[in-house]
C-alpha cells in the first residue's frame, strides 16, 4: 500500500495567518480584498459571452459593423428541367431548289435550304407540310419535285470536209439574181434615142447582165459564194434557252391529299441546316454514280423492283459497314447498289454541330427502284 505524503506549512505562517484572522479589522479588509479579486474573476470569464449574447446592447464605439448582405435566387433544378426543350429537326427532305427561300415557323423537317410548303394550285385543307400531289402509296418519298442530275449532252461538231466542200459550205449563201428580159420592143429610127423591151416582172428579176444561180430566200451578202445556206438539217442546233433551271434528281413521288393554302413552286417546310446540306450532296453523288454504273454494265433489272441497302458512315465521311443490302432486283444489281455508296466515299469531314447532334456515326438507308 503507498500513501502520497504532503510536507506541512511552516509553523511561522499559520502564527501569522491566525493574528490576521483573529483582529476584525484585518479579518474584514481580508475579506473584502477577496471578494473583489472574485468578482473580477467571474468578469474576465464570463464577460465575452455576454456581450456575445446581447450584443444589441453594446455601445456603437465597440459594436461590431454589420456587413451588407444580398440574396442570389437561382432557378430549381427540377423547374429547369420541366421547361419544354425545342427539338432539332429530325426528317430530312430534299428541298426544291428553284423554290425561293423562306424559313418556316415550326417543323420538323431539315433540309439543303430553307423553305415553305407551298404549290401551284392551293386547297383548302392546311394541315400538311408538303404540298398536295398524285403518286405511290406504298413508298415514302422525301421528294417534290423530279428532274436529271445528268448535263445535257452537247451538240458533236462535224467532221472536216474535204477542203473543196469545205469553202463552199462555210460561204455564206448568195443570193439569186434573175436578169431582166422582154418581148414587147420599142425601137425609133432615132439612132440617139433608147430602145426597151417590156414583160412581165419575174421573182428576183434585177438590173443583171447574166443570170446568177442562188437562193431566193437568201439576204443579199456582197461576195457570198455558197449556194446552200449553211444550216445543216442533220445537225440542228440547240435551241436557247431563257432561263436554266437548277437539276434535281429523278423522283418517285408519294401520294398526298392534305396540300397547302400557299401559292408558289411545289416546296417543303424545311429548316435549313449543315446535316441536311451535307445528306443532299451525298444523294446527288450517289444518284449519279448509280446512272454510271448502269449505263457502263448495259444490264437493267426488270421494272418495278428494288435494292434496300443499310450502311454505316461515320464523322469522317467514309462507308464504315455494310449492314444489309438486298431487295428484289438480284444479286447484280445490289452489287451495283452497294457500289454505287462506296465507291464515291469518303464524302467529306462532319462540322462540329453535326457531330454534336449526330454523334461519330449515323446508320442510313437508301432505297433504290428501277422504273
Known amino acids: 500500500m503507498s500513501h502520497l505524503l504532503a510536507s506541512p506549512p511552516p509553523a511561522s505562517l499559520r502564527r501569522s495567518w491566525k493574528r490576521v484572522w483573529d483582529d476584525p479589522d484585518s479579518r474584514s479588509v481580508a475579506i473584502g480584498l477577496l471578494g473583489v479579486v472574485l468578482v473580477h474573476l467571474v468578469i474576465f470569464m464570463l464577460g465575452p459571452r455576454a456581450f456575445m449574447l446581447h450584443g444589441d446592447a453594446l455601445p456603437s464605439v465597440i459594436r461590431p459593423p454589420v456587413p451588407r448582405e444580398f440574396n442570389i435566387e437561382l432557378t430549381p433544378d427540377s423547374e429547369l428541367q420541366a421547361q419544354p426543350e425545342v427539338p432539332p429537326p429530325s426528317r430530312f427532305v430534299e428541298a426544291n431548289p428553284n423554290a425561293p427561300e423562306n424559313i418556316p415557323d415550326r417543323t ?8 415553305q410548303a407551298a404549290q401551284e394550285k392551293p386547297t383548302t385543307d392546311d394541315k400538311s407540310d408538303r404540298p398536295a400531289m398524285e403518286g405511290r402509296t406504298d413508298i415514302e418519298s422525301t421528294q417534290v419535285v423530279s428532274g436529271s442530275l445528268t448535263q445535257p449532252l452537247e451538240t458533236m461538231p462535224a467532221p472536216p470536209p474535204e477542203p473543196a466542200a469545205a469553202q463552199e459550205e462555210q460561204a455564206s449563201p448568195r443570193q439569186e439574181q434573175v436578169p431582166l428580159s422582154g418581148f414587147d420592143k420599142s425601137e425609133g429610127d432615132n439612132l440617139n434615142a433608147y430602145g426597151s423591151s417590156v414583160s412581165p416582172l419575174r421573182e428576183n428579176a434585177k438590173s443583171t447582165p447574166e443570170y446568177i444561180e442562188g437562193a431566193k430566200d437568201a439576204p443579199l451578202v456582197e461576195n457570198a459564194t455558197g449556194v446552200h445556206p449553211r444550216i445543216d438539217p442533220k445537225r440542228p442546233q440547240p435551241r436557247p434557252q431563257i432561263v436554266r433551271q437548277q437539276q434535281v434528281r429523278p423522283a418517285i413521288f408519294q ?13 417543303w417546310d424545311a429548316k435549313w441546316s449543315n446535316y441536311g446540306q451535307y445528306l443532299q450532296k ?5 444518284q449519279i454514280q448509280w446512272e454510271r454504273i448502269l449505263i457502263e454494265s448495259r444490264v437493267y433489272p426488270v421494272n418495278g423492283t428494288h435494292v434496300k441497302v443499310v450502311f454505316k458512315l461515320n464523322a469522317k465521311g467514309e462507308v464504315s459497314q455494310i449492314v444489309e443490302a438486298g431487295g428484289t432486283a438480284g444479286i447484280q444489281a445490289e452489287k451495283s447498289c452497294v457500289s454505287a455508296i462506296t465507291s464515291r466515299a469518303p464524302y467529306g469531314d462532319w462540322t462540329e454541330d453535326m457531330i454534336a447532334v449526330l454523334g461519330e456515326e449515323q446508320e442510313l438507308t437508301f432505297n433504290f427502284y428501277y422504273q
Do not use: M, P, Y
Open 255 to 267: 401520294e398526298n391529299k392534305f396540300g397547302t393554302r400557299n401559292i408558289g413552286l411545289a416546296a
Open 108 to 115: 420538323n423537317n431539315f433540309a439543303a435550304q430553307n423553305q
Open 282 to 286: 451525298l444523294i446527288d453523288t450517289v
